[in-house]
């Protein structure tokens, strides 16, 4: 049995900032990083984002 993961992400709660890793064919096939002021957004889910103000707020 084979399971992979399509999209991964990583929280840095000392950079304040997140990455999100896209994978095909168990590959990254694309990333990007969001910091404060910007929204992380989902390379496979339409619509499902995070502010990133908003994860880190204090």
Do not use: Q
């Given at each position: ?41 989902s ?9 990133i103000?908003r994860?880190?707020?204090?």
């Amino acid at each position: 049995m084979s399971c992979w993961v399509e999209e991964y992400w990583i929280v840095n709660p000392d950079n304040m900032e997140v990455t999100i890793y896209h994978f095909e064919e168990n590959n990254i096939s694309s990333s990007s990083t969001y910091k404060n002021g910007e929204t992380a957004k989902s390379f496979i889910f339409d619509g499902l984002g995070a502010e990133i103000s908003r994860v880190f707020k204090r």
